[in-house]
């Protein structure tokens, strides 16, 4: 064990060392079932809420207009998401942010379709993933700020405390020294 240590200490390991930590919290899943439960409820339950409101609000245009038009289901869908996922909360912000990821993809696929742009070459996933990545952590090192709190805590968790240890158990076993109750 001393040896480990005494390993850990070496300045010309850090680096190296670092990239091992790194490794180690990404792969290390942190004790929060209760959370998880309590955030699966509250998303399942908002869900139902729109669901609810949004065919009630459509149902109730067609009976008005006497017959199905677009406008009824952007404008159903508007009404409920302001109802529902309106409160900045951070279950609606996910449910938000993940619906904006997927709306971004449809409306470059309809760009396409509809020839607004010319359809792509080569699949154009890398240059996302590239582009994603490489803005994320830029974001990140310079202006972490401007993320929003829950991926700069898992980003702080991923990329900085894997920079720092003083031993074995806070190296492999708890990410951060244990401190006495």
Known sequence: MYTINNLLQ????????????????????????????????????????????YKGLQTLQEKIQGKSLQSQSFLAACLGGWLVFGENNNINSQINMYLLSRILFALSRLAVEKGYIPQPKRDPFPLF??????????????????????????????????NVWHDITD???????????
């Open 10 to 53: 070496q300045n010309q390991y850090k680096a190296a060392l670092a990239v091992v930590k790194g490794f180690r919290n990404g792969a290390v899943l942190k004790d929060k079932l209760r959370a998880i439960a309590k955030a699966t409820y509250t998303h399942s339950r908002n869900l139902a809420y729109f669901v609810f409101t």
């Open 129 to 162: 993933a590239t582009l994603v990545w490489g803005i994320v952590l830029w974001l990140f090192e310079y202006y972490p700020h401007t993320l929003q709190p829950s991926l700069q805590s898992s980003m702080n968790y991923l990329y900085h405390d894997s």
């Open 171 to 181: 190296f492999l076993v708890y990410n951060k020294p244990r401190t006495a109750p």
